[in-house]
């Protein structure tokens, strides 16, 4: 809290409003406690008490002001406040030499408290906020840390949002690869999780592990690119699954007569175990 004089423009307005009902410590802490709810929260006060239903004209009223007889009882408090048409309770107990603070939401039955030594915290309950409550700033960032946030966070502040962006894909990086993964080029396929061949290798195979021949040649149905791709009468469609040959295949003229694998290699000496 960068200047505790901004942070408590309007404190002095409340304060004079209740100083001649002030006359305990326990007051003093309640009323900073009102002030952190109304002044950076827009709580509204609708009353005292511990009533659990709001009325349709408890929705449209409230104040920033603490209710008459809002201290009376020496052990108890108990306000109603509204925000944003919910209905939320502060309570006060005294036990002993501490003070228990309690928040509630009545319509998510979130709650929140706090545990205050007022006699360590408050030096007076006369005079200004910083005299009164020398560690004024730091209690007031507990009431909103402690108190407010764990109940009702985010509902009435503009807050900013980090948004982690989490990818879909898996990283399966070669860990032998050095440098980024080459990307392949514009209208090549490759099977998700396969990356590109380092340092511009061709590219063998690929296809085959496509059933839709993206990669090229080598599909289980041949594309208008193949020879076995057959249009019209007595087609069946145009598409014929291939077949890999099997066996003994005949001759196809690639290497003239006498085939040189025929032939035996030169100073072969008839020993055919080699």
């Keep these: 809290m960068s200047n505790p004089g901004d942070y408590f423009y309007g404190w002095d307005l409340l304060y004079k409003t209740i100083e001649k009902d002030i006359n305990k410590k326990d007051d003093l802490l309640i009323a900073l406690a009102h ?30 002001l603490l209710p008459d007889n809002w201290n009376t009882d020496e052990n108890n408090y108990a306000l109603r406040y509204i925000y944003d048409k919910q209905l939320y309770i502060l309570l006060g107990l005294r ?3 501490s003070l228990i603070i309690t928040l509630l939401n009545v319509k998510t039955r979130k709650v929140s408290n706090i545990c205050l030594s007022p006699e360590e915290i408050v030096n007076d309950i006369r005079g200004t906020i910083t005299k009164m409550i020398p560690s004024a700033p730091q209690l007031a960032d507990r009431y909103r840390r402690e108190l407010l946030e764990p109940v009702y966070q985010g509902q009435n502040k503009s807050t900013t949002t980090q948004t982690n962006t989490i990818s879909t894909t898996t ?3 070669d860990p032998l690869r ?8 514009v209208g090549q396929y490759h099977p998700v999780g396969v990356e590109p061949r380092p340092f511009a290798f061709p590219e063998i195979d690929r296809g085959d592990l496509d059933p839709l021949g993206r990669g090229g040649h080598g599909n289980l149905f ?16 145009g598409m014929q699954p291939r077949f890999d040959p099997y066996g003994p295949q005949p001759e196809r003229n690639l290497r003239p ?3 040189p694998d025929h032939l035996q290699p030169p100073n072969f000496g008839g020993d055919y175990f080699m």
């Design 95 to 97: 036990t002993e030499d």
């Design 178 to 185: 050095i440098g980024m993964p080459m990307h392949p080029p």
């Design 35 to 64: 002030f952190v709810l109304t002044k950076y929260s827009q709580f509204r006060c609708i009353g005292l008490g511990e009533d659990k239903i709001l009325t349709e004209d408890e929705e449209v009223s409230g104040s920033e």
């Design 222 to 237: 041949p594309f208008p690119s193949h020879p076995e791709f057959r249009v019209g009468p007595g087609s069946s469609g």
């Design 257 to 259: 007569n006498p085939n």
């Design 171 to 173: 990283d399966q990086a």
